[in-house]
Every structure is written in structure tokens, then in C-alpha cells.
């Protein structure tokens, strides 16, 4: 990661022209509880997925139920023919409600539900997180450079439960002005990379050295890198987060 020089400004587009993903269905509902005292009901995935939240988990052919509490920075690798359950039983901004509220909205399903007062929950065991859960926050870096940046990278090495679900991760912080040198993931994988906060430049280059995007994301931004294209990442003054899904657990 390195300081860029530029002779002037970029081409840039709107974030609304990234190319949008399929907008969600019923097979495979997005999931935000930010409404106190709310729950998903338990269900098998479509997909294996890395998610946040408080949740239950049966593994295929398991004998017990875990229930983990987790917190912010954690992700929970999910293979397929689980069944899990997501709570939340404490109340959240305003503004978490009303974004939840309207996406919930939009859903067909009746998959979050309102947990009735004197029902009780499974407890959450500390225990249960071995092996199931990483926390991008607290877990030692994989890199780290001085007035540059800091990575954290989930594979196999550090949840082998990544090998079964067929994904690894990354969480990238890079300081201001910093840029996260072009690169492409190994073995043809796919990237899908979610803007945390703050903003950059993106920069995406195809297989034929041709440039297919150029422009400016912020936090809230998702776009997806096809397998064998080029990327790179220049941080705006107040620096640049993201989180990638890599779709290969190596």
C-alpha cells in the first residue's frame, strides 16, 4: 500500500451506476434485525453465507444445538444443511429500525417474527463460538503497514470450517490517500467486496487490460470483481474500509 500521485481527476460515475445485483427474493431474503426482541425463524440457508448477529446453529448430523453470542467484527461461516436462528434482543437506533422496517417490507415471507414478552430465549454460550465464529476486530492482522493500512484475512488456516462452506474473507483498512495495490484473487474466484465506511476510488481492469470501471464508492457500496479482473483501491482522506467475500476458502 502506497501513497498515489495523479495528474488530475479521474473519470468518475455515480455509485448508483455500479452494476446492482438481483434485487432478493423469497429463496434467499436478506436478513437485518434491528428491531428489539426479533427473530428469525430456523431455517436452512440456500447458500453458504458469512453473517452477523445473535444465533442458534445445528450442523448436519449434530446431537446439539450451538447458541453464540456475537458481536460487532464477527463472521460465522455457515455451511450448507445447517439450520440456524438469528435474535436480537436489544433495542437499536432509529435510524437501524427504519432501515429494517423497509426492508422487511419488500420481503413476501414471514421469516422475522416479534418474540412475545416472557418467551425466552436459548442462552448464548461463549463456548459454542470455537470453531464457528472469527472476529475481524480482534484477530491478529495478516498485514500490517505504517500510515498505510491493515488486513485481516479469513481462510482455512484460521476457521477450517471456511473449507466446507467453499468461502474465505477479508476485512481491508487503508489510511487516507493510501492504495491497496491491483490485484486479483487466485484461482479464478469471484470477489464480492461491501464499502464499510468512508470512501475511494475503484479501479477494475478485465482479462483484454481493458478498464471496465472507474469511479467513486462510499460506504454502503457493493460491487462484485469477476475471476481474473484486476482491482485496485485508492482511499479518499478519511481512508477507506471494506469487507470481501472471495470465493474460494484458500
Known amino acids: 500500500m ?14 448508483s451506476a455500479l452494476p446492482p445485483l438481483a434485487p432478493p427474493s423469497s ?37 446439539k444445538e450451538k447458541v453464540t453470542p456475537v458481536k460487532e467484527g464477527d463472521s460465522l461461516a455457515l ?21 429494517a422496517a423497509e426492508l422487511v417490507s419488500t420481503q413476501p415471507g414471514a421469516d422475522i417474527v416479534i418474540v ?14 470455537e470453531g464457528l465464529v472469527l472476529n475481524f476486530l480482534e484477530a491478529p492482522l495478516d498485514v500490517d503497514i505504517k500510515n498505510g493500512g491493515r488486513v485481516v484475512v479469513l481462510n482455512t488456516r484460521n476457521l477450517p470450517l471456511v473449507k466446507e462452506v467453499g468461502l474465505s474473507a477479508d476485512l481491508v483498512r487503508i489510511d487516507a490517500h493510501s ?35 472507474e469511479t467513486r464508492a462510499e460506504g454502503g457500496c457493493l ?3 469477476p475471476r481474473f479482473f484486476v482491482v485496485s483501491k485508492i482511499a479518499d482522506e478519511t481512508g477507506m474500509e471494506w469487507f470481501s467475500i472471495i470465493t474460494t476458502p484458500k
Not at 2 to 15: E, R, V, Y
Not at 79 to 99: E, I, K, Q, Y
Not at 200 to 205: K, L, T
Open 2 to 15: 502506497a501513497a498515489p500521485t495523479t495528474t488530475g481527476p479521474p473519470p468518475t460515475c455515480p455509485c
Open 27 to 63: 429463496a434467499s431474503p436478506p436478513e437485518a434485525l434491528s428491531c428489539p426482541a426479533t427473530q428469525t425463524l430456523p431455517r436452512s440457508p440456500t447458500s453458504s453465507k458469512a453473517s452477523k448477529g445473535t444465533c442458534g446453529v445445528v450442523l448436519p448430523e449434530a446431537t
Open 79 to 99: 455451511p450448507f444443511g445447517v439450520v440456524t436462528w438469528w435474535h436480537n434482543a436489544h433495542a437499536a437506533s432509529s435510524d437501524l429500525v427504519d432501515a
Open 116 to 129: 412475545k414478552d416472557g418467551h425466552r430465549m436459548p442462552e448464548a454460550r461463549d463456548e459454542d463460538r
Open 179 to 213: 492504495m491497496c495495490s491491483p490485484g486479483f484473487s487466485c484461482g479464478s474466484a469471484y470477489q464480492v467486496t461491501y464499502i464499510v465506511r468512508a470512501s475511494g476510488r475503484i479501479q477494475i481492469v478485465g482479462i483484454n487490460v481493458t478498464r471496465v470501471l
Open 223 to 225: 460491487f462484485i470483481v
